[in-house]
């Protein structure tokens, strides 16, 4: 079993308040609830235009891992593109 954590920093250029980054937290949280993953905020909150998002999933092996995570960053990009300044992924054992 591997856990894999895969830590994204979001630029909301479009962010004039927590409403409004809440709003594309949303959509982006809402959207990749068909994958195996659990997301959560977990920096930045106070911040209007940043986000640090972590999504965690749980596989049989790095590369299943891998690949749902990479899936993940692809779908954030294609619902909100441009937005991604950072990702980082870390497997745990």
């Known amino acids: 079993m591997v856990v894999a954590l895969l830590s994204v920093e979001l630029f909301l250029p479009g962010s004039r308040s927590l409403k409004d980054k809440r709003m594309v937290l949303r959509r982006v949280k809402d ?8 997301v ?7 911040l209007w235009q940043r986000a640090g998002l972590g999504i965690v999933t749980v596989a049989t092996s790095d590369e299943h891992a891998g690949r749902e995570l990479t899936a993940v960053v ?19 054992r």
């Open 31 to 38: 959207r990749l609830a068909k994958f195996n993953v659990a």
């Open 40 to 46: 959560a905020e977990v920096e930045h909150q106070d």
């Open 74 to 92: 692809d779908e954030i990009e294609r619902v909100e593109p441009g937005l991604v300044t950072r990702t980082d992924v870390q497997f745990l």
